[in-house]
């Protein structure tokens, strides 16, 4: 079974650009869920997807936003980006959800200049 | 304040010695996973614990669950240069909206 692939593995951005990350999960699992991983905070949960609905939200900001398709696949989008995005996005996926069996991805390493 | 604690932040070892990882919070875990990181990959979860005072082993690998689910701990016995990564614990906190958290992570560092 393929994992989890993300898309782009890097991304370079100017401050105040937007960018829009993918996820396609393990085949048959109906949850996402994004996390933001950087030296300082660590690995910090963003949301969570399940059947095309968020089930579930951290303390970020309304700039950072995701969405789930028919077939599973998310994307997950940061508008007006700040220096402090910096980080690896990872996503993870899960037959049931985040409290149980995650599969996560390799991550996209988001750079902000 | 991390919601999940670890301890130690850092830990070198020479192959073949034994280490302990700890993870703790004031808070009732729901359930609790053990992740391991290596550089450029995502977590690989190693195990999911859910009942107090559970044991579960995976080879070398030792995971225990607190009796009253504050705390978690992973043993490696005779650790080996593969065992190298960042140990992440990750739990469901009632007091954080049953969401998962992730503890700070302990980076482990087997010399051959």
């Known amino acids: 079974k393929a994992g989890v692939t993300q898309t782009p593995r890097y991304l370079i951005k100017t401050r105040g650009q937007q960018v829009t990350l993918s996820c396609s999960p393990i085949?048959?699992?109906?949850?996402v869920s994004w996390y933001q991983q950087t030296p300082g905070q660590g690995l910090q949960f963003l949301f969570e997807y399940f059947s095309e609905t968020q089930r579930n939200k951290g303390n970020f900001p309304g700039r950072f936003s995701g969405r789930q398709f028919s077939n599973s696949r998310s994307e997950m989008n940061v508008s007006t980006l700040e220096l402090g995005d910096s980080a690896l996005y990872l996503c993870?996926?899960?037959?049931?959800?985040?409290?149980?069996?995650?599969?996560f991805g390799p991550g996209t390493r988001l750079t902000v200049t | 304040t991390q919601l999940l604690e670890q301890s130690p932040q850092f830990l070198s070892i020479q192959e073949g010695e034994n280490l302990t990882v700890y993870c703790n919070s004031s808070?009732?875990?729901?359930?609790l996973q053990w992740y391991r990181q290596e550089p450029g990959e995502g977590p690989v979860l190693l195990v999911t614990v859910v009942t107090g005072g559970e044991v579960k082993k995976l080879k070398r690998l030792t995971f225990q669950f607190g009796d009253a689910r504050k705390d978690s701990s992973l043993h490696i016995t005779a650790a080996q240069p593969g065992d190298t990564g960042l140990y992440l614990c990750?739990?469901?906190?009632?007091?954080?909206?049953?969401?998962?958290?992730f503890g700070g992570g302990t980076r482990v560092l087997v010399k051959p």
């Open positions: 808070s009732v875990f729901s359930s």
């Open positions: 085949s048959g699992h109906r949850s």
């Open positions: 990750a739990g469901a906190v009632r007091a954080a909206g049953n969401k998962l958290t």
């Open positions: 993870a996926s899960s037959l049931t959800g985040q409290l149980y069996e995650q599969y």
